[in-house]
């Protein structure tokens, strides 16, 4: 007879064998590992439609108005500025003008000594004797036709050179006036005189310099009114369309820089400079205060109503040596497509070409989803 101890204990070890069988023969399933996202051409799709974490996108925005900034160098309006050469050779023997001095038209700016000068005197001098000369053979000539003692054809050639003495005397004349050169004597002397009234902005000779007209040096003197001044602007030729002649734009310059001074577009180049891409834009500024100076660098401002997307710098990224952005078609889904894109601020840009307003791009992952596309290929 088996005791009642024995039998239960027997039965608890029989429990724990069988529960260690069935523990052995039971088999642990892995867990299934998550879908990847899926890539077709230039489009990336997420499981379930669903934004990976971290994907934050932005909608391409057009402005109804923004500012575009493009840098100047003011210089003399030419229309108001002159530049001052001697017409003839000889030696300066007295400035009369100096650098900051107005001056009115006709105002000596230095007198000079030359022998063109009393050359072209001496001529008007011979021309002036023929005249004389001239004048008496004919009517000397008139009166002994008129008494049938010379024939006719003697009177008509006497006639003939006083009319080329006549001619060469107002030549010779005119070319000393011209300068305001005197012609009662030959003195060799010559004042040049302000074409123009202003101020004498520029000076490059000294007293005792020589001077040659057939020599193309800088000129003697640039005289220019500076309370008009040219501003040249460089515009990017993807920036020009807002600029037009008569329109208005701002300049701001670094010695005022609380200030802003009107100008009037003058004319726009006809031609883009191959090294930079820009055109020259001119704009003519008053100065009545005498505060912008010629040679000073300036912004200039226009605003104009925007007609391309502007986006977050950063959803822009690099490929190559492209621009590419990437366009949410729905969520989890993204397209990425290549864009021309110009700055447009500190913190974002122009896009160009391959937007549209209103569609949603990534903002900062846009690398992420490219790092997918590249990794699936």
């Given at each position: 007879?088996?005791?009642?101890?024995?039998?239960?204990?027997?039965?608890?070890?029989?429990?724990?064998?069988?529960?260690?069988?069935?523990?052995?023969?039971?088999?642990?399933?892995?867990?299934a590992p998550e879908p990847a996202p899926?890539?077709?051409?230039?489009?990336?799709?997420?499981?379930?439609q669903k934004d990976?974490?971290?994907?934050?996108?932005?909608?391409?925005?057009?402005?109804?108005?923004?500012?575009?900034?493009?840098?100047?160098?003011?210089?003399?309006d030419e229309d108001r500025t002159v530049r001052v050469w001697a017409p003839y050779g000889g030696r300066i023997e007295r400035l009369r003008a100096t650098v900051g001095q107005p001056v009115k038209r006709g105002d000596a700016l230095a007198d000079l000594s030359s022998g063109d000068i009393g050359q072209a005197q001496a001529d008007y001098q011979k021309a002036e004797a023929d005249l004389r000369l001239s004048r008496s053979?004919?009517?000397?000539?008139?009166?002994?036709?008129?008494?049938?003692?010379?024939?006719?054809?003697?009177?008509?050639?006497?006639?003939?050179?006083?009319?080329?003495?006549?001619?060469?005397e107002a030549r010779t004349r005119a070319r000393l006036a011209q300068y305001g050169v005197g012609v009662k004597s030959v003195t060799q002397t010559f004042t040049l005189a302000a074409p123009l009234a202003g101020v004498v902005v520029e000076r490059n000779t000294n007293p005792g310099s020589e001077v040659r007209p057939d020599v193309q040096g800088p000129p003697l003197f640039v005289i220019s009114d500076p309370a008009s001044l040219w501003a040249t602007l460089d515009v990017d030729e993807t920036l020009l369309a807002p600029f037009k002649a008569g329109g208005r734009v701002e300049l701001q310059a670094a010695a005022w820089p609380d200030e802003r001074f009107s100008a009037t577009i003058v004319t726009v180049g006809e031609s883009v400079d191959p090294a930079s891409r820009t055109v020259k834009v001119r704009v003519r500024v008053p100065n009545p205060d005498r505060k912008l100076k010629a040679e000073m660098y300036v912004t200039a401002s226009i605003r104009h109503a925007a007609t391309q997307p502007q986006v977050p710098a950063d959803a822009v990224f690099l490929r190559g040596s492209q621009s590419y952005a990437f366009v949410q078609q729905a969520p989890g889904r993204y397209e990425r497509r290549e864009v021309q894109v110009r700055n447009a601020g500190p913190q974002s840009v122009l896009v160009l070409s391959g937007l549209k307003a209103d569609e949603r791009v990534v903002v900062g992952g846009g690398l992420y989803l490219n790092q997918l596309m590249d990794a699936a290929k």
């Open positions: 007879m088996i005791p009642p101890f024995s039998l239960s204990s027997r039965t608890l070890a029989c429990g724990v064998v069988l529960c260690a069988v069935l523990a052995g023969c039971a088999k642990h399933e892995p867990a899926a890539i077709s051409g230039a489009v990336v799709s997420f499981p379930g990976p974490q971290g994907i934050r996108v932005a909608t391409a925005s057009v402005n109804a108005e923004r500012q575009l900034t493009v840098p100047g160098r003011l210089t003399w053979a004919t009517e000397r000539a008139r009166e002994l036709g008129g008494a049938g003692v010379i024939a006719l054809k003697e009177v008509q050639q006497a006639e003939a050179d006083l009319a080329r003495s006549q001619a060469e």
